[in-house]
């Protein structure tokens, strides 16, 4: 690429490596940087997407999932494909706050209260700090009330409180 200058063909190159080895995480960057350089998003989301499709290491996955859902949502405009990437790192891990947390205001802009809930409570059940845990849950009460007309519902997440605090209501 440097001694030729040609960012394109280079570009191509590191596909085909990536194909051989998609947890080669140098050849990644380096695809990341020239996509950048070269604007060809959609090409790495191209390489990005076959690798999924060859790799079964759980890490490996996670991260070009998470990737995936960055380009699709930052570089690609494409929110859908994001969200199936969000869906698919919280999916894969059990405490990822950050992507629970993405996924989360995904739902809430697109006005799905019904995976929002599910999404919530989630969150709740891996967290480890009370405070956060009874906020969620009291969220949960809220969308169920205000959001889903569903006072029932609403009620249920009460005694979950309780049992993180009881005495609280």
């Excluded at 205001?105 to 059940?125: D, S």
């Excluded at 809220?142 to 889903?148: A, Y």
């Excluded at 007309?149 to 409180?161: E, K, R, T």
């Amino acid at each position: 690429e440097r001694q030729l200058g040609q960012k394109e063909l280079a570009m191509t190159i590191l596909g085909r490596a990536f194909a051989v080895d998609p947890q080669d995480e140098q050849v990644r960057l380096s695809l990341e940087r020239l996509a950048a350089e070269t604007d060809s998003f959609e090409m790495l989301s191209a390489v990005y997407e076959q690798g999924l499709e060859m790799v079964e290491d759980k890490t490996i996955r996670q991260v070009l999932h998470r990737r995936l859902a960055g380009l699709y949502l930052q570089r690609l405009q494409e929110p859908e494909q994001a969200l199936e990437h969000l869906e698919a790192v919280v999916e894969l891990t059990e405490n990822d706050e950050e992507a629970m947390l993405a996924l989360e205001n995904a739902y809430r802009q697109r006005g799905e209260p019904e995976k929002l809930v599910k999404g919530l409570r989630k969150r709740a059940r891996a967290s480890s700090d009370e405070e956060a845990r009874v906020a969620i849950l009291y969220e949960i009460a809220t969308i169920h009330q205000e959001q889903l007309d569903d006072l029932g519902g609403a009620i249920q997440a009460f005694p979950q409180v309780l049992e993180v605090r009881p005495g609280d209501l």
